[in-house]
């Protein structure tokens, strides 16, 4: 990036609306008010709750998380990058496709279930449509699948994805074990971005 090109970046970046109300509020990053406009529409958390944020780095997720669920809620952030720890939470790091890190997660766990399973993280982009669709749909499928193994019944999932031909199966696939499946596009969210969230309500179990 050239001086100028990057001197453009920082001074829109800046200027953010979002950018500007993380700083005030001490988020990580603007990704904390989409989290926040999905909550406000939708109603996901409430005091007393279980919550994984799986690929939390840099922790914005989580950082909102953890000021909804209290009190007596409890929330395990779970991320390959090395993240600064949030205030409330317990972390791990390491690759979630790592046997030995979901173990980790189950006796975090112990005799309970997650209410609420969560992820904002995405593949490194190539810029290659193609293989970045197909490398975000190998990650929301081991998402998924980390939510099926871990959430209690009628509980709920909620994960970024990018717009483009692997969404619609990946809608239809959740169907088979949420109630209601939604999509949802929050105002956080810039305009040139492809990123959608999508909501599975309800978990009805992995055998459906």
Partial sequence: MTKSRSRGWYKKHTSDTYVRQA???????????????????????KPGQTVLD???????????????IQPGGRLLA???????????????????????VREQCLGWLGTQRADLVISDVA???????????????ELADLLAEMAFLTLVPRGHFLIKLFQ???VAGYVTGLREH???????????????????????????????
């Fill in 23 to 45: 700083q005030a509020q001490h988020y990580r990053a603007r990704s904390a008010f989409k989290l926040q406009e999905i909550d406000e529409r939708e109603q996901l958390f």
């Fill in 54 to 68: 799986l690929g939390a780095a840099p922790g914005s997720w989580s950082q909102y998380a953890v000021r909804r």
């Fill in 78 to 100: 779970i991320d390959r990058l090395v993240m600064t720890p949030v205030a409330g939470a317990d972390s791990i790091q390491g690759d979630l496709t790592d046997p030995a």
């Fill in 123 to 137: 593949p490194n982009l190539t810029g290659i449509a193609a293989t970045d669709q197909a490398n975000m749909r």
């Fill in 164 to 166: 483009g031909e692997e």
């Fill in 178 to 208: 949420f109630d209601k499946v939604l999509t949802r596009k929050p105002a956080a969210s810039k305009d040139a971005s492809k990123e959608i969230y999508v909501l599975g309500r309800s978990y009805r179990g992995y055998n459906v």
